[in-house]
């Protein structure tokens, strides 16, 4: 069992930077595979990045690539999701998920354990 709790939200202007943080419970946290999703008001949840049990290998959506960076540390338990330049499409409630494996890792349904949600507001 993993738990994930998602930090780091809050209002920014556009051009602005955050960094989310998602802290997992377990000792196994360095075997999974993890990644970020966010969902928009009135649209469908969608995948961001993700980043292999190692760190060793990344993926990112396209909208956020050269923009956002996926890391992680296994000694803390956590993942970081470094997001500059925001833009008010940026705008969502971002969650981190947990997998076992990295395959398929922008799948959503792949994923076994997710965060609560943390929001993140990009004004223009």
């Known amino acids: 069992q993993v738990q994930l709790v998602e930090s780091g939200g809050g209002l920014v202007q556009a051009g602005g930077s955050l960094r989310l943080s998602c802290a997992a419970s377990?000792?196994?946290?360095?075997?999974?595979?993890m990644g970020w999703f966010r969902q928009a008001p009135g649209k469908e949840r969608e995948f961001v990045a993700a980043?292999?049990?190692?760190?060793?290998?990344?993926y990112y959506a396209d909208s956020v690539k050269g923009r956002f960076t996926v890391s992680r540390d296994n000694a803390k338990n956590t993942v970081y999701l470094q997001m500059n330049s925001l833009k008010p499409e940026d705008t969502a409630v971002y969650y981190c998920?947990?997998?076992?494996?990295?395959?398929?890792?922008?799948?959503?349904?792949?994923?076994?354990?997710w965060g609560q949600g943390t929001q993140v507001t990009v004004s223009s």
């Open positions: 980043i292999s049990w190692s760190g060793g290998s990344t």
């Open positions: 377990g000792r196994t946290f360095s075997s999974y595979a």
């Open positions: 998920a947990a997998k076992r494996y990295y395959s398929n890792s922008y799948s959503q349904s792949t994923y076994d354990y």
